[in-house]
């Protein structure tokens, strides 16, 4: 079920009507709805059921809203995360840090103590020296730091080239032919205990041949570690379902996924010959939090163009960068329809040709002071946003059935320019 609705001409998420949200908190502003949040972590969950021993880390880079994570900590999620400061939201959040799995190409010293010092359950290795240097912290420490290698299958994910992350030319993992040598020298390391593969080729997919095409490279890998004596007990099948920013363009279900894990981990993940079974790990950010939130703007103007109007909405690239950053589409709908159609573009107000939404894009009618949302903007949304051109970083407001609440502030420059300082050798 959709718990973003038409009701009475008013788009509704939940029971609560856009309108209100506006009048309330101002535009432009983040709106999520917890039952969405809610619903898609059990369709998540769901779909994984048929599989023995599953970790579900939600990958909280997509949404680290701690009123977000909450609502995952609460069906069961952890988290994936890349950053020191996404260890510190998910704890936030109430997070277990044993439920945390700590990705990233570039983890810093500092990252990997502060983690180990709040207990994070499992770090993802990008290179044989980040294990290395992560035993002797580890190990400095009287801990025992429990290790993934993260291997790159050299697989093209078909999907875009700025979220494709398993071609060999990309900056992620070690090529999968590396991993024995990687795994012989690294095992016996003090501190450390390496004990399974992770594997993530790319966002945004929509075609699960690639997935399954990766997930049995892994596997081949797992007999062969297994083969020359090493312990695998955990894989972590990273994230990058897919979600509908069109409605006609569907990705493959969260259900046709699982199977297809199923299908594709059978061999290898109840053990067999002496050798542990495998916990199955996902990282899924966007499937559980994209369609959960909309992006909503006013029309300030409706300015005439040379081809098309340009509908001038108050959010701009600097609070959804997607469309800027990789061309991505994101459905406008007007908050109140009145049923009439127009063809135009839509833009922000920030100072660069990029900051345009949409081209020649079929729309609900809309006039200076309307409301209206991009669609599907949960995931990679306030997130990625900015301050550029000194604008407000953009709030954001939590929906529970007919009540909501802010659970970001509006920054206004006012508080960005009180952090920022004229040096005594500029005073008049
Ligand atoms: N695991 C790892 C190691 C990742 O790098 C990512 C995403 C995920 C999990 C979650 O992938 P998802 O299930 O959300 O596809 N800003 C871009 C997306 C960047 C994705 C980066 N990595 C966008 O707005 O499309």
Same mark, same amino acid.
């Given at each position: 079920?959709?718990?973003?609705?038409?009701?009475? @001409?008013?788009?509704?998420?939940?029971?609560?009507?856009?309108?209100?949200?506006?009048?309330?908190?101002?535009?432009?502003?983040?709106?999520?709805?917890?039952?969405?949040?809610?619903?898609?972590?059990?369709?998540?969950?769901?779909?994984?059921?048929?599989?023995?021993?599953?970790?579900?880390?939600?990958?909280?880079?997509?949404?680290p809203?701690i009123?977000?994570?909450?609502?995952?900590?609460?069906?069961?999620?952890?988290?994936?995360? $890349?950053? #020191?400061?996404? $260890?510190?939201?998910?704890?936030?959040? #109430?997070?277990?840090?044993?439920d945390?799995?700590f990705? @990233?190409?570039?983890?810093?010293r500092?990252?990997?103590?502060? /983690?180990?010092?709040?207990?994070?359950?499992?770090?993802?290795?990008?290179?044989e020296?980040?294990?290395?240097?992560? #035993?002797?912290?580890?190990?400095?420490m009287?801990?025992?730091?429990?290790?993934?290698?993260?291997?790159?299958p050299d $697989? %093209?994910? #078909?999907?875009?080239?700025?979220?494709?992350?398993?071609?060999?030319?990309?900056?992620?993992?070690? /090529?999968?032919? &590396?991993?024995?040598?990687?795994?012989?020298?690294?095992? *016996?390391?003090?501190?450390?205990?390496?004990?399974?593969?992770?594997?993530?080729?790319?966002?945004?997919?929509?075609?699960?041949?690639?997935?399954?095409?990766? +997930?049995?490279? $892994? @596997?081949?890998k797992?007999?062969?570690?297994?083969?020359?004596?090493?312990?695998?007990?955990?894989?972590?099948?990273?994230?990058?379902?897919?979600?509908?920013?069109?409605?006609?363009?569907?990705?493959?279900?969260?259900?046709?996924?699982?199977?297809?894990?199923?299908r594709?981990?059978?061999?290898?993940? %109840?053990?067999?010959?002496?050798?542990?079974p495998?916990?199955?790990?996902?990282?899924?950010?966007?499937?559980? =939090?994209?369609?959960?939130?909309?992006?909503?703007t006013?029309?300030?103007?409706?300015?005439?163009?040379?081809?098309?109007? +340009?509908?001038?909405?108050?959010?701009?690239?600097?609070?959804?960068?997607?469309?800027?950053?990789?061309?991505?589409?994101?459905?406008?709908?007007?908050?109140?329809?009145?049923? &009439?159609?127009?063809?135009?573009?839509?833009?922000?107000?920030?100072c660069?040709?990029? %900051?345009?939404?949409?081209? *020649?894009? %079929?729309?609900?009618?809309?006039?200076?002071?309307?409301?209206? =949302?991009?669609?599907?903007?949960?995931? +990679?949304?306030?997130?990625?946003?900015?301050?550029?051109?000194?604008? /407000?970083?953009?709030?954001?407001?939590?929906?529970?059935g007919?009540?909501?609440?802010?659970?970001?502030?509006?920054?206004?420059?006012?508080?960005?320019?009180?952090?920022?300082?004229?040096?005594?050798?500029? /005073?008049?």
């Amino acid at each position: 079920m959709d718990h973003f609705q038409y009701k009475n @001409g008013v788009l509704h998420v939940e029971d609560v009507p856009l309108t209100r949200i506006a009048e309330a908190v101002g535009t432009p502003v983040y709106v999520y709805s917890r039952a969405t949040l809610e619903r898609h972590a059990q369709v998540f969950r769901e779909a994984l059921s048929g599989l023995p021993r599953v970790h579900v880390a939600f990958a909280i880079k997509a949404n680290p809203n701690i009123a977000v994570l909450k609502v995952l900590a609460k069906q069961g999620f952890g988290a994936d995360v $890349v950053s #020191g400061g996404e $260890v510190a939201r998910a704890i936030a959040a #109430g997070m277990k840090p044993e439920d945390i799995v700590f990705s @990233g190409v570039g983890k810093t010293r500092a990252e990997m103590e502060y /983690a180990l010092g709040v207990g994070v359950g499992q770090f993802n290795l990008e290179l044989e020296e980040e294990g290395a240097v992560l #035993g002797q912290i580890a190990a400095s420490m009287g801990k025992t730091a429990t290790a993934t290698l993260r291997v790159n299958p050299d $697989v %093209d994910a #078909g999907t875009h080239a700025k979220i494709s992350t398993g071609k060999k030319e990309n900056k992620f993992g070690v /090529a999968i032919g &590396e991993a024995n040598g990687i795994f012989d020298r690294l095992s *016996g390391t003090a501190g450390l205990s390496l004990r399974g593969l992770a594997c993530h080729i790319g966002s945004q997919l929509f075609d699960l041949g690639p997935m399954e095409a990766a +997930y049995g490279h $892994v @596997g081949d890998k797992v007999a062969e570690l297994r083969a020359a004596g090493h312990v695998i007990d955990r894989v972590d099948l990273g994230g990058g379902l897919g979600v509908p920013y069109e409605r006609d363009k569907v990705p493959p279900s969260p259900a046709t996924y699982g199977q297809m894990v199923e299908r594709a981990t059978k061999g290898w993940r %109840d053990g067999a010959d002496g050798h542990p079974p495998v916990t199955l790990m996902f990282e899924p950010g966007r499937v559980i =939090v994209g369609n959960a939130g909309v992006l909503l703007t006013e029309v300030i103007w409706v300015k005439p163009g040379a081809v098309n109007p +340009y509908i001038i909405v108050d959010a701009a690239m600097n609070d959804l960068a997607r469309p800027a950053m990789y061309d991505a589409w994101h459905d406008f709908e007007a908050v109140a329809p009145t049923g &009439e159609r127009m063809i135009a573009n839509i833009a922000g107000p920030v100072c660069e040709s990029g %900051d345009t939404f949409a081209m *020649g894009r %079929d729309i609900d009618a809309v006039k200076a002071g309307d409301l209206a =949302v991009f669609r599907t903007a949960g995931a +990679y949304g306030a997130t990625m946003a900015s301050t550029y051109n000194s604008r /407000a970083l953009v709030p954001e407001v939590m929906v529970d059935g007919d009540r909501f609440a802010v659970v970001a502030e509006r920054i206004k420059p006012e508080t960005i320019i009180a952090a920022e300082h004229v040096p005594d050798f500029l /005073a008049d």
